[in-house]
């Protein structure tokens, strides 16, 4: 099945304490990107690869690091997590759509709930 | 920058129903894609319906629509016969063509809908 894993689905850390949320997709995507959801904010973009050891910054991205070193994973890692960044986090990949071709949109996958105490 | 905004933060409708929900957006592009997506309880993020904005016609899936006035830059979804299943948080997205070389969605802040038997 066509998926983005998305690990451990729910997280209750303290502050400080460095932590990994896992992304991988089976769908031979080179978009891949992360994303948090805030109630009365929508969804926010952290950061986004568009293919592997290609990294860049989205619109919040203060206080994560990602990494791509192969085409299936995404970790996203707060170094030192602080209770703003208690939230609700997406994984989402997509192939890299060339001009003309069709656009099938992102696959998200389950989301992490992370709450930093 | 793109902005997307639904000024209807919550909405209901009874069964069988028709409702439509509001999005408008802000852009100087002329080539980009609009989405509305789907998050029911369990926070899975579905692809409703998706937009090319170069297309006229507007886009249906089954008991979805959407009434897309570029002129306007709003992008409205309609529900018909809705149906309790439809409960959910509907957020409404915007992309650049990917030749502009950004995947980035943005996204409005959301519209909570309840179906009510």
């Known amino acids: 099945e066509a998926q983005v894993t998305q690990n451990p689905r729910y997280l209750i850390t303290v502050t400080g304490k460095k932590l990994t949320v896992t992304c991988s997709q089976n769908?031979?995507?080179?978009?891949m990107s992360w994303y948090r959801q805030d109630p009365g904010l929508g969804l926010r973009q952290i950061y986004y690869s568009m293919n592997v050891e290609v990294t860049d910054k989205g619109d919040v991205p203060e206080g994560y690091k990602v990494s791509r070193k192969e085409k299936r994973n995404f970790p996203l890692i707060l170094e030192s997590p602080s209770p703003n960044q208690t939230s609700l986090y997406f994984c989402?990949?997509?192939?890299?759509?060339?001009?003309?071709?069709?656009?099938?949109?992102?696959?998200f996958g389950s989301g992490t709930r992370l709450t930093v105490v | 920058a793109q902005t997307v905004t639904q000024s209807q933060p919550e909405m209901s409708v009874q069964e069988a129903e028709t409702v439509t929900l509001s999005c408008t957006y802000d852009?100087?592009?002329?080539?980009?894609?609009l989405f509305w997506y789907k998050q029911p309880p369990s926070r899975q993020m579905i692809l409703v319906i998706r937009?090319?904005?170069?297309?006229?016609q507007n886009a249906t899936e089954n008991r979805f629509s959407v009434n897309f006035q570029k002129a306007a830059k709003s992008f409205s979804l309609k529900i018909s016969d809705s149906q309790l299943g439809d409960t959910a948080m509907y957020f409404c997205a915007f992309m650049k063509h990917p030749g502009a070389g950004s995947y980035q969605l943005t996204f409005g802040k959301g519209t909570k809908l309840s179906v009510i038997p």
């Open positions: 852009t100087s592009e002329s080539n980009y894609y």
């Open positions: 937009q090319e904005a170069y297309k006229q």
């Open positions: 769908m031979n995507h080179e978009y």
């Open positions: 989402a990949s997509s192939y890299r759509i060339l001009t003309g071709q069709s656009l099938y949109g992102y696959t």
